[in-house]
């Protein structure tokens, strides 16, 4: 969905509530669709996606890091959708193994999702999660071609390596771990060109990158913030629900 996501953060400001989001795609229709059963799903599967809330920290570090690198957008909208959706996810390594060349078809993905998930999906729903995952892969960088789509190799942007590091460590990665994440495996390039790519993302200011020998350290002042406020509502819940309700 990276147009629509595109042109709804082109009208609604980094720091909205989600229900300006919503009145956004439902109310104002600024997606431009057709009727009011479309628009309700539309905004639905963009909140599912991406989060479109302000303190939630995985849509907060695509807002931040979508404002600063353009080029890096179609990957920065992958990125997000591989940490909120489960079926994209799980997908995703099966594709990335693929040599560079080699054809990617819907059916070969399809069979690839009823293995992974046996008798799970109707025929129906395989078929589009499959045309959905091959369209998404395109639209990254990852595969190429209309109809026939084959596996190229991907250029990752700066801004699409600080956010894939920014989601490893919100993980709880630190270290090599971070490389390792399947996040930044997503980029589809060697650890020398993602510590390439994070020194020069710490030196415009989006993030901080220390480095010494193999061993790697990063960090996010402007976002840590958020994290720290999603952190605490966790435990603020996961409280609440431990602790007897007094009775009145």
């Known amino acids: 969905?990276?147009?629509?996501?595109?042109?709804?953060?082109?009208?609604?400001?980094?720091?909205?509530?989600p229900a300006a989001y919503q009145a956004a795609v439902r109310e104002h229709n600024c997606l431009g669709k057709r009727s009011g059963r479309t628009r309700q799903l539309t905004a639905r599967h963009l909140a599912e996606l991406y989060g479109l809330d302000p303190v939630n920290p995985v849509h907060a570090g695509l807002r931040f890091f979508w404002s600063r690198d353009e080029a890096a957008r179609p990957q920065l909208a992958l990125l997000a959708a591989i940490a909120r959706d489960s079926l994209l996810r799980d997908t995703i390594p099966v594709v990335l193994v693929k040599s560079l060349g080699e054809s990617v078809s819907r059916q070969w993905l399809e069979e690839r999702i009823e293995v992974l998930w046996p008798e799970r999906f109707s025929p129906a729903t395989r078929k589009s999660a499959a045309q959905n995952i091959n369209s998404s892969l395109t639209k990254s960088g990852h595969l190429e071609g209309r109809v026939n789509k084959i596996r190229t190799q991907l250029q990752p942007a700066t801004g699409a390596v600080a956010y894939a590091l920014y989601l490893a460590w919100l993980q709880g990665g630190r270290g090599e771990l971070l490389l390792q994440s399947l996040y930044c495996r997503v980029l589809d390039v060697g650890s020398d060109r993602l510590l390439e790519l994070a020194t020069q993302a710490s030196a415009r200011g989006w993030m901080v990158m220390r480095r010494v020998d193999n061993?790697?350290?990063?960090?996010?002042?402007?976002?840590?913030?958020?994290?720290?406020?999603a952190i605490q509502a966790g435990k603020d819940a996961?409280?609440?629900?431990?602790?007897?309700?007094?009775q009145s």
Do not use: I, K, N, S
């Open 1 to 17: 969905m990276l147009d629509e996501l595109t042109t709804l953060f082109g009208q609604v400001e980094a720091d909205a509530p």
């Open 215 to 229: 061993v790697v350290d990063v960090d996010y002042p402007v976002l840590a913030p958020v994290v720290a406020r």
């Open 238 to 246: 996961a409280l609440d629900r431990e602790l007897p309700h007094e």
